[in-house]
DNA sequence: GCCAACGTTGGC
DNA sequence: GCCAACGTTGGC
């Protein structure tokens, strides 16, 4: 049974627009334990994952990516350079994981946080939740679904 | 830029 | 283990 799930991105940073050009990308900096335990115990290659672009214009979902591989440490975290570098984690020990994402579709328009929260089905999502600031959050089938048919305009 | 909400850190 | 201080997120 495939999983379902947000992936957050500014996408100033990193857009749905990149990832339609690099097809597949390792998400990296991802720095909480929650995200990164629904990364390494709950993805499975396959599931589907909604990107949704915050502190943006339009914030909200802009398209579709699939989980492409196993969890795998996340190169950022061992680079001093980096601003995800973590000079507590160890490559014995990585504190920090990442996954492979690949492209699926880019959304003809972004689904607004406006829309999202003004579809019933939506309505206990968990990344729409109050204060919810994580970057990877489970979604269900029928949220998943009911995202799509927003964006076909449905 | 504001600020509510939340996670992390570190002194004790 | 508590909790105040601090940092970050993200919509507006």
């Avoid at 880019?106 to 729409?128: H, K, N, S, W, Y």
Wanted: proline fraction near 6%; glycine fraction near 8%; charge should be positive.
């Amino acid at each position: 049974m495939a999983g379902f799930w947000l992936c957050k991105t500014e996408p100033e940073v990193y857009s749905i627009d990149d990832l339609a050009r690099d097809r597949v990308t390792g998400w990296e900096g991802v720095r909480n334990y929650q995200a990164r335990n629904f990364m390494r115990d709950g993805m499975s290659p396959g599931d589907r994952v909604l990107i949704y672009h915050s502190n943006a214009d339009p914030a909200g979902v802009a398209g579709v990516a699939e989980v492409a591989g196993a969890a795998k440490p996340d190169p950022t975290q061992f680079d001093a350079r980096s601003e995800f570098h973590d000079p507590a984690s160890t490559r014995a020990e990585p504190r920090w994981l990442m996954r492979e994402l690949r492209f699926v579709e880019r959304f003809p328009r972004t689904v607004g946080i406006d829309q999202l929260r003004g579809c019933a089905a939506l309505r206990e999502m968990v990344a729409l939740r109050k204060g919810n600031r994580l970057s990877v959050t489970p979604v269900t089938k029928g949220e998943f679904a009911a995202v799509l048919r927003l964006a076909a305009g449905k």
